[in-house]
C-alpha cells in the first residue's frame, strides 16, 4: 500500500472498534436488535468510508482505475519514444499511456489476435514466439529494456503474426493509438516525432532480419569464401 495507507486503516479500525458499544448490557430483545442493527449500520458506514479513502489515496499515488499506472515524464525522456520530445511532449504523451506489468511466461500478446496498442519494455525481457504445426513453441526473437513491441498492429491494425512472452517479470508503457491520435489536433508535431522514433525502430527491426537472412544463405549455400 503507499505511504500513510497503515495511518488511514489503523484510524478505520479505531472508528469501526468504537462504534461497537463497550460491556454487557441487559436490555429487552426488540431494544438489542435495534442497537445491534445501529451500530452495524455504523460499522458499515465506516467501512465504506475507509475503503473509499484508501482507494483515493492509491489512485492519488499514481494508479488509475483499471489498475494501471501513470507513467512517469522521466521514463518517457529516457526512452526512444522520447528521443525528439520536448519536456512539455514527453509531459503530453505521458498523460495518454500507462504503465502496467506481467509476470513470468505470461503473454503480453497473441498470434492473431488484434491490438492497437503499442508497448514499449521499460524492464524486464520478453520473446517473440510462434507455434508449429506440430505444436511446438518456437523463439523468433529476444526483446530486452528499450525494445518497442506491437509497432505494425499500432500503425495499421493487423493480426500479430506472433506472440509475445514475458522472461522474468516485466514493466512496460502502454500507448493505445486511439489515445494517442488524440493529441494530432494539439500537437501534430508530437505525433510526427513519435511516429519517426516507430519507423526507426521497424527498419532496425528490418535491417537485422536482413543481417540474418544473408548470414544463413552464406552458410547453406556456402558462397562467398565465409564457409
Sequence with gaps: LPRGSEFILASWSSGVAASVPQGRQSVHYPDTFECCGRHVRTASAGIFAGIQTVLHTIR???MTNNGESIVDINIIKASSLGNELSDDQCERLAS???SCAIGDGELLIEEGQKDEALHLIVSGHMEAVARTAGGDWV??????EGDMVGEMGFIDGVEHSASLRALGNCELIRLERDSFE???KTDPDLIYKVMRAIVREVHRILRGMNTQYMEMSNYISKQHGRY
Excluded at 523463439?139 to 530486452?144: G, P, S
Aim: proline share 0%; aromatic share 0%; no cysteine.
Design 60 to 62: 492519488g499515488a499514481g
Design 96 to 98: 495518454v499511456a500507462t
Design 139 to 144: 523463439t523468433l526473437q529476444l526483446l530486452r
Design 182 to 184: 488524440e493529441l494530432l
